[in-house]
């Protein structure tokens, strides 16, 4: 079936740090792949998302390119700020296996410190 | 304002107790969803419906039930049956399921706990 991976967090860094949180997926056809950020006691938000191979998602600063050849949509930014702190969530839709909804990765925590 | 409504957002359940935690969409989106989130896990599946008077099983439904008479609401019944029924639950819609990049938006969550 379906998966999601994630890299294992959390990520610490600094103000004005780059940003990488990679994911990976396994998918039976050719899935849409989401980012959605989740901040402390709130539900998720869609940050960005890219529809078909070599398109680039990009938000508030985000951006992913989906890369069909290595099966990858990692997350990066090239500054970030302490408003930043949040779990970040990878995601796919795969209509092709009949299942309607997103799987997601296990989330990847970052915390920015000033 | 357009949005997904969950409530309660906080509810406390004694073991052996059904309760039941509400969704409402005025997104007139067609699909709506279920997905439990364990504290620093990731999001499960519980429950999907694609249209009025229909839904599936996601990956961890036992213990679980719901109903969609309406397409606005999509209400989760968690049971005496579900074993660990501690968690935060969230409820999700989209405009239509079978649409490539359909975006699917989270309403703010309800966090159950059993004491």
């Known amino acids: 079936g379906d998966s999601v991976t994630q890299m294992e967090g959390p990520v610490t860094l600094s103000e004005e740090a780059f940003l990488t949180i990679n994911c990976t997926y396994t998918?039976?056809?050719?899935?849409?792949l989401f980012w959605y950020v989740q901040y402390p006691g709130e539900g998720l938000q869609l940050l960005l998302k890219?529809?078909?191979?070599?398109d680039k998602g990009s938000n508030k600063g985000f951006e992913a390119t989906y890369r069909k050849e290595t099966t990858s949509f990692h997350l990066e930014k090239g500054s970030v700020q302490v408003s930043d702190s949040a779990v970040y969530f990878c995601?796919?839709?795969?209509?092709?296996?009949?299942?309607?909804?997103?799987?997601f990765g296990s989330g990847t925590r970052l915390q920015v410190q000033p | 304002d357009g949005g997904i409504t969950q409530s309660p957002k906080y509810l406390f359940r004694k073991e052996g107790q059904n309760v039941t935690l509400s969704c409402e969409q005025n997104?007139?989106?067609?699909?709506m969803y279920w997905y439990r989130q364990d504290p620093g896990q990731g999001l499960r599946l519980i429950y999907y419906?694609?249209?009025?008077?229909?839904?599936q099983k996601g990956d961890i439904a036992e213990g679980y039930s719901v109903s969609r008479e309406k397409k606005e609401s999509f209400p989760l019944t968690v049971t005496s049956a579900q074993k660990n029924p501690t968690a935060f639950y969230l409820c999700?819609?989209?405009?239509?399921?079978?649409?490539?990049?359909?975006?699917?938006?989270f309403g703010e969550g309800s966090w159950l706990t059993v004491v």
């Open positions: 890219a529809t078909k191979a070599d």
């Open positions: 999700a819609s989209s405009l239509s399921p079978g649409a490539s990049g359909n975006t699917i938006y």
């Open positions: 997104l007139n989106h067609d699909a």
């Open positions: 998918a039976t056809g050719y899935p849409s």
């Open positions: 995601a796919l839709s795969d209509v092709d296996t009949g299942r309607r909804a997103l799987t």
């Open positions: 419906s694609q249209i009025v008077n229909d839904f």
